[in-house]
């Protein structure tokens, strides 16, 4: 079985238990509210307890009713789902959905213990939200973007993508940013609605993507061109799994007095981001040792 649908529907049966456990609570809760129980005297006595077991009531319902609809969605999602096609951004979504209405209650239910009526509340600061709704327009504008991307197939967590100069693999999906890991291992933080609105490589979707190495190389008599090629070729065939040395090609970008610079660029297969990694360090150990070679004048 895939590892991720394997990994989901663990979570799911540890969610399912304390589904379990909140329901036995909110049908206690039930019962001690409006039967007549030991604390029915102190419900009429206290107001300020009666709102706030009310207040408990109604947060345990609406996470109840929450936590069902997200079961049943996932349920639903692998059950229909190859193995090969389980989405982790799917889930994501989800999460996030639950976040945000679960947050919504959590808002209602404080109104509720201090025995404010939500709908009275709502009218009275009517134009107080609609300055809240304009402050807050860039946030809610990224949380859309963001859940349209959780919701897509265009980029899933995982997959590596080029963001405008920006370059790195998709770790996270937030309610606020795309989180990018970079080579070098920096986080780099990009907002919904710019990774919706700009231009953006999914190299993972073609399967490949080219590896590109820039370099500037010093010479006093001649620089033998070829040779590099070759000696760059034998370190490809090394990485024959993951390269196609057949795309491999050598470019002369600009030539000075003393000085060249060089582009060498391939294919590399996605995924494949330790073997990358070594695969990167071998060539520019390679680029550095020809240069010092040729200081030395070895290959003259």
Excluded: C
């Amino acid at each position: 079985m895939n590892h991720l649908k394997s990994r989901i529907r663990n979570k799911e049966n540890v969610r399912k238990t304390y589904f379990a456990f909140k329901l036995i609570f909110l049908v206690i809760l039930e019962v001690f509210y409006a039967g007549n129980t030991l604390i029915s005297p102190f419900l009429v006595q206290y107001e300020i307890l009666n709102h706030v077991i009310r207040a408990l009531i109604f947060l345990l319902s609406t996470n109840l009713i929450f936590s069902l609809g997200r079961i049943i969605t996932l349920r639903i999602y692998l059950q229909q789902r190859e193995e090969t096609k389980v989405q982790p951004n799917f889930v994501v979504g989800i999460d996030r959905i639950e976040f945000l209405l679960n947050l919504l209650a959590i808002l209602i239910s404080l109104m509720l213990a201090f025995g404010i009526r939500p709908l009275e509340f709502l009218t009275s600061i009517t134009i107080v939200a609609a300055a809240i709704a304009l402050l807050t327009k860039d946030y809610i504008t990224n949380i859309v973007n963001g859940l349209i991307m959780m919701f897509s197939d265009q980029l899933e967590i995982g997959d590596k993508v080029q963001i405008g100069r920006h370059t790195g693999f998709i770790r996270d999906i937030t309610l606020i940013n795309l989180v990018l890991k970079n080579d070098a291992g920096e986080i780099i933080l990009i907002p919904n609605t710019m990774a919706l609105t700009t231009d953006v490589v999914n190299y993972s979707k073609n399967n490949t993507h080219q590896l590109i190495f820039d370099a500037e190389l010093s010479f006093k008599k001649e620089l033998h061109l070829t040779e590099l090629e070759r000696v760059l070729e034998v370190i490809l065939e090394q990485y024959a799994l993951v390269v196609q040395k057949e795309g491999a090609q050598l470019t002369l970008l600009d030539r000075k007095i003393d000085t060249v610079s060089i582009r060498y660029q391939f294919p590399i297969k996605s995924g494949e981001k330790e073997t990358e990694l070594q695969v990167k360090k071998s060539i520019n150990q390679a680029l550095i040792d020809w240069q010092y070679a040729v200081q030395k004048g070895e290959l003259l």
